[in-house]
């Protein structure tokens, strides 16, 4: 289910965007201010995100730069500011698309499948290497010092969920759910079992790892 991050100061347009979103079969977050979309993005990268640039707080511009250090989700700018020289700044930034209001939910909806399509096309090719472990999560290949070594295909989709959030806590249940499908996000045990199993082969000492990090009670990391 593709996550999207709705941040905007009007709660008439938050709720919009809810209503349609989850209409649609989306996951959704709002934010009223920039501080609160920093901290839901720190706690779980979305797919997308519809950005507003005059927030009460931190503004905007400011929130597109700081995700731009880190992360290169899709950012959608959802703006009532019209001139060009805006428009132009925001896409400079790093923004991947803009739309200004009042905005046409059906429009908006298209933009945001270009925008999901386009990073699954065109996202840069995913290669880790950890003191001799090569993880290339683009061919699913893993190998240490040449030697080869098979993780199942449930193992490459939980190395592929964390390894796309990198250094970002990704929740049991969004886990779960990302490599199970929804109806899943209790259970729990069976990420214990794989990560034991993902420990086993990829780290040097599966009792003390550091690469995949678990939280407990909360989640798991990839440093």
Known sequence: MTYVLAVDDDPAILRTLSINLRARDYDVETAPDGATALRLIDERIPDVILLDLGLPDVDGVTVLTQVRTFSHVPIIVVSARTEPDDKVEALDLGADD???????????????????????????????????????????????????????????????????????????????????????????????????????????????????????????RMV
């Not at 399509?117 to 290949?141: A, C, E, N, Q």
Request: glycine share 6%; aromatic share 8%; charged share 30%.
């Open 98 to 220: 803009f739309i200004t209001k009042p905005f046409s939910m059906d429009e908006l909806m298209a933009r945001i499948r270009v925008s999901t399509r386009r990073t699954k096309i065109d996202g840069p090719p995913l290669t880790f290497d950890f003191d001799g472990l090569v993880l290339d999560i683009t061919d699913s290949k893993a190998e240490r010092d040449r030697e080869p070594i098979h993780l199942t295909p449930i193992e490459w989709k939980i190395v592929e969920t964390l390894a796309l959030k990198r250094g970002h806590l990704v929740r049991q249940g969004d886990l779960l759910q990302a490599v199970w499908g929804p109806g899943y996000d209790r259970q729990t045990n069976y990420l214990r079992v794989h990560l034991a199993s993902i420990r086993r082969k990829l780290e040097a000492d599966p009792a003390q790892p550091e690469i995949f990090i678990t939280e407990p009670g909360i989640g798991y």
